[in-house]
């Protein structure tokens, strides 16, 4: 499975952006997806997580409450809405799945998934 995260960039503080993580994989609508970051200097850390169906989701503390995710199955996209955004979420994004099928299961844990995107990389200024 090969998964293409995109829509980075570089932003002012207070901005949103929207990240997109697509596939081609047309199981995925079987797939749990996550979305993880990586700061400067920083370990890899879990932000959200979403079921197969888009029913469950799952948010880090620093995540919630500006920070969605969502699917399109149709699409074989899922997305992670960036909002109120701050120069302490400078980091590099990556999606993530994992085959779940049949259960509905949202998933915090790095080594839980097994497919990787390559990385976006956000810049939030001052």
């Known amino acids: 499975v090969q998964l293409q995260a995109f829509g980075g960039g570089l932003v002012q503080a207070g901005n949103s952006l929207r990240l997109s993580c697509a596939t081609s994989e047309r199981t995925f609508t079987r797939h749990t997806v996550g979305w993880f970051r990586q700061g400067p200097g920083k370990e890899r850390e879990f932000l959200a997580s979403?079921?197969?169906?888009?029913?469950?989701?799952v948010y880090a503390d620093s995540a919630r409450g500006r920070f969605t995710v969502s699917r399109d199955n149709a699409k074989n996209t899922a997305y992670l809405q960036l909002n109120s955004l701050k120069p302490e979420d400078t980091a590099v994004y990556y999606c993530a799945s994992v085959f779940t099928y049949p259960r509905e299961l949202t998933m915090r844990g790095l080594g839980a998934y097994h497919y990787w995107g390559q990385g976006t990389q956000v810049t939030v200024s001052s």
């Open positions: 979403i079921s197969r169906s888009g029913r469950s989701t």
